[in-house]
């Protein structure tokens, strides 16, 4: 079976040197990039098989992708989770999660604390790399993620464990209001996404203040966040 995969990035040269790392240096073969969202789910859209209306995005007008949409659903979607002038990768994580959930997606990105760890894997990934890892170690991710595994990258671990340890605490709601904040989510995108009032929404917070000692949102952040 070929082992195929597709990248999102909003930075290019990132893009093209791990398409181009992997060619040289392993059996993956890239079937598509792309430097936005509506671009990338454009993509998937085609590879399934579905009509779809072209993206219409500036910034992936030079999307490699574009001739490489033939080839099928990839093994594995390489996604960061920060793009210029577009929401945060989590949702669009979920929604290929949701509609290609035989796609096995690893998160390839800057930040690693430890709660945007945990909030990706609840989202859908499979994976989770750091962009200070070396290429290796993004090669062993994909490989694990393939056979089916679960893969963080070492490092990323221990502090893993100490805010599960962190939010053992917490209820399952708590929890949920608490990676969303930690995802920079106002109160209102907090509320619409949980379907709850945004009294609630400021009743649990109060609560995760109190249970963590965490003083404030940006305190929150800063430790956990993004």
Known sequence: MTKTFYIIDDHEMLRLGTCDWLANNSDWVCVGDAGTHDKALADFARMAGETVVAANSPAGANDNANNRTDAGLPSILI??????????????????????????????????????????????ASGYVSKNASSAELLNCMEKVLAGEVFIQEELKTSLIKYNNFTDALTRREKEVMELLIRRCSNDDIANKLNIKKRAVENYISAIYEKTGVNDRNELVEKYGM
């Open 79 to 124: 996604s960061d989770l920060n793009f210029y002038g577009e929401n945060t990768g989590f949702d669009f994580i979920s929604e290929v999660h949701a509609l290609y959930p035989d796609v096995k997606i690893i998160v390839y990105s800057m930040f690693f604390a430890a709660g945007i760890v945990q909030s990706a894997v609840r989202c859908g």
